[in-house]
T-cell receptor
Framework: GAVVSQHPSWVICKSGTSVKIECRSL??????MFWYRQFPKQSLMLMAT?????????EQGVEKDKFLINHASLTLSTLTVTSAHPEDSSFYIC??????????????FGAGSRLTVL | GESVGLHLPTLSVQEGDNSIINCAYS??????FIWYKQESGKGPQFIID?????DKRQGQRVTVLLNKTVKHLSLQIAATQPGDSAVYFC???????????FGKGTLLTVNP
């Protein structure tokens, strides 16, 4: 149980285009979702925290107009990289926190989405 | 080992040996810690966690030790197997919303 699905798992786009990445909690309701970015051989860096139905909270140095986050339902959050440039190429990972029917809290990571901007 | 620039600390062990991976955390107010395993091209996979009111917790083949005095966390893997080869991250939680701060990571290589 507690599965988080990310889609697409990898995407290649041209510079200047926008790319949307989806993060879905499959078997629990995610009240909070977190978006991370990971460059090669580096750690995960938190970009933003999103709560269902409210605006995302961005970490210092992360441009909210560049990385649009929408958490419209308890099972879906999306990250849109707008006007992508080669320096935005990275591994984007989401995690979801919520409660299962049993009441147990869960915090689970998705498998990540590899973005390559040409 | 110490991290230098962008290079991950590395640990190389022989199959069957015990592995110890260390992590220094930054926030003395952190109350919850997690070890994750990340294989190449995949998301982090939960291994074991520990709350700040404990100093040791054991799982299957893994043990986490917490030393709050020096803000140090370690992960011990018993009888390391080739399938344990991955990057291992510690993560700390300092608030109430499960916002995690990740450590630098250690690349574990298990030689058959």
């Amino acid at each position: 149980g507690a599965v988080v699905s990310q889609h697409p798992s990898w995407v290649i786009c041209k510079s200047g285009t926008s790319v949307k990445i989806e993060c879905r909690s499959l078997d629990f309701q995610a009240t909070t979702m977190f978006w991370y970015r990971q460059f090669p051989k580096q750690s995960l860096m938190l970009m933003a925290t999103s709560n269902e139905g409210s605006k995302a909270t961005y970490e210092q140095g992360v441009e909210k107009d560049k990385f649009l986050i929408n958490h419209a339902s308890l099972t879906l959050s999306t990250l849109t990289v707008t006007s992508a440039h080669p320096e935005d190429s990275s591994f984007y990972i989401c995690s979801a926190m919520g409660a299962k029917i049993s009441g147990a809290n869960v915090l689970t990571f998705g498998a990540g989405s590899r973005l390559t901007v040409l | 080992g110490e991290s230098v620039g962008l290079h991950l600390p590395t640990l190389s062990v022989q199959e069957g040996d015990n592995s110890i991976i260390n992590c220094a955390y930054s926030n003395s107010a952190s109350d919850y810690f997690i070890w994750y395993k990340q294989e190449s091209g995949k998301g982090p996979q939960f291994i074991i966690d520990i709350r700040s009111n404990m100093d040791k917790r054991q799982g299957q083949r893994v043990t986490v030790l917490l030393n709050k005095t020096v803000k140090h966390l370690s992960l011990q893997i018993a009888a390391t197997q080739p399938g344990d080869s991955a990057v291992y991250f510690c993560a700390e939680k300092g608030g109430s919303n499960y916002k995690l701060t990740f450590g630098k990571g250690t690349l574990l290589t298990v030689n058959p």
